[in-house]
């Protein structure tokens, strides 16, 4: 009896090749995928919301909310770094 050894590319391709069709089929998956999207849908509709609000209480001056999300964009970076890296 000889010894069967996988090739490289064999390996690399190890899932079924229904996975995605098996993974939507566990309900705690589903549940999961759907609360992920729902938290970004409102983070991202949140995000608009207070934008055109600062743009609405500074007189309509695009300058402002260029400052606003590079402010965001900063506390972003620093806080992925420091909570995923530190």
Sequence with gaps: MVAYSASAQEKQTSFPKNFMRQLWGIKAYRL????????????????????????????????????TQAVFLLFMVVGTLLGGVW
């Design 32 to 67: 999961l995928f759907f609360a992920g999207f729902l938290s970004e849908l409102g983070t991202y509709i949140s995000e608009v919301a207070i934008l055109l609000r600062i743009f609405e209480l500074v007189g309509q001056q695009k300058q402002f909310l260029g400052i």
